[in-house]
């Protein structure tokens, strides 16, 4: 089947799933032979490389709505020199303590909230206006309310997709200047923002505009990773210009604390050790007047103490440092081409990053932009949330 049969066929299955959706409303899919053959039915029409996944809202008697993932089985890291080890996976398939994912499933397109038993499902479905205004805290709990392995995209998760995309020599684009891309694209507009007296396009709708806007250009990646919203992604921060990470990918375990004073956060030292925070020699991020064999420079920024600054991805040194920075997408791997997207810093108490851009960020976006001037509790128009799941190896 040509891309653009396949690109149709998935179209339609999705849109007419979510017209499904819309029409049973609360009731939900209680057919459990028609949740059996919708599923079956995506499998054999995406290749086995999306899944359609039925998320219960855990009442006495359930009630069951449709959500889209795209598969990514355990692999090592897509870029060689950003391996940690030649024979580990990828910090994204590693919970810590010899557990492993078999398979990771990021949804496909960003996050809308469904209310069911008295609680906040988040499912991924095309054609609709994804969930916005939304704390960081706010969107982890959402998540988890899905089932057992369910959680809000991780950093490290984000990572994965970002080296993947590098890895492919393919940046997406996305709706990251008012409804279109830099190339001219347009999507389904569902929002419209107004600045004064002026009107400008803002959100589109999930699945929408070119295949350029999925990660890796075909109808069965992942959608949004270069605008539209900004998307929480936990299990690293900055912490007054220091930088820290939840170890492994332990931030998509549902026991985890993230709060902001929890045990699970751990600095890193230049060697890769981590440590407890506070410990001496913590690598930081520092403007170009920074100073230290602990501190990674960024190239042309001035940190005023106040204001939060942006620069280039590609400005944040990268060479002498551990390996893991690299893998987690925290630092440069190579001095090649990040797709011009920027990074933007706050180094005042706990800043936690807000990925990928939005509607009005124009070519700074993407799969390698992070947004550090955000707290865990802002709740802005442009930020959103993309849910996750795994399955265990055997």
């Known amino acids: 089947m040509r891309v ?45 490389k999306n899944r359609l996944e039925w998320i219960s809202d855990g009442g006495a008697t359930p009630k069951y709505f449709p959500s889209l993932y795209v598969n990514f089985p355990a692999e090592r890291s897509p870029i060689a020199d950003a391996r940690i080890a030649n024979a580990q996976l990828h910090q994204a398939f590693l919970l810590g303590n010899d557990v492993v994912m078999r398979n990771l499933f990021i949804g496909k397109y960003q996050g809308i909230f469904c209310n069911s038993n008295s609680k906040n499902l988040v499912l991924s479905l095309r054609g609709l206006d994804c969930k916005h205004s939304i704390t960081m805290d706010e969107a982890i709990a959402a998540c988890r309310n899905n089932g057992t392995t369910h959680h809000l995209t991780t950093n490290a998760e984000y990572a994965l997709l970002a080296l993947k995309c590098k890895a492919q020599g393919f940046q997406p684009q996305g709706n990251n200047s008012y ?94 050790t981590l440590v407890a925070p506070g410990t001496e020699g913590e690598l930081m991020f520092g403007d170009q007047n920074a100073v230290g064999d602990n501190v990674i420079n960024i190239a042309g920024s001035t940190w005023d103490g106040t204001n939060y600054f942006g620069r280039p991805f590609t400005s944040i040194e990268y060479t002498g440092f551990p390996t893991i920075l690299k893998e987690l997408a925290i630092t440069p791997h190579d001095a090649g081409d990040y797709g011009g997207d920027y990074q933007y810093f706050n180094f005042n108490g706990e800043r936690c990053p807000i990925r990928g ?13 992070a947004h550090f001037d955000s707290t865990r509790a802002v709740a802005n128009y442009y930020i959103g949330l993309r849910p996750a799941f795994y399955e265990l190896a055997a």
């Not at 409804?179 to 694209?185: A, S, V, Y």
């Not at 009107?199 to 069965?220: C, E, I, M, Y």
């Open 4 to 48: 653009i049969e396949l690109a149709n066929t998935i179209k339609s299955f999705e849109l007419s799933l979510t017209n499904r959706y819309l029409a049973l409303g609360a009731a939900g899919f209680s057919d459990a032979g028609e949740r059996s053959a919708l599923h079956m039915k995506y499998a054999e029409i995406t290749l086995g």
């Open 179 to 272: 409804g279109r891309d830099e190339q001219g694209n347009f999507g389904d507009i569902v929002h419209q923002y107004t600045s004064g007296t002026t009107k400008n396009f803002g959100r589109v709708a999930q699945g929408s505009g070119p295949l350029t806007w999925f990660h890796d250009g075909s109808p069965l990646g992942v959608w949004g990773l270069n605008g539209n919203v900004y998307e929480w992604s936990p299990g690293y921060r900055i912490m007054n210009g220091k930088i820290q990470i939840i170890e492994y990918n332990t931030a998509a375990l549902q026991a985890t604390d993230m709060g902001a004073a929890s045990a699970s956060w751990r600095g890193i030292l230049t060697d890769g």
């Open 357 to 369: 851009g939005s509607w009005n960020h124009g070519s700074c976006g993407g799969v390698w932009c």
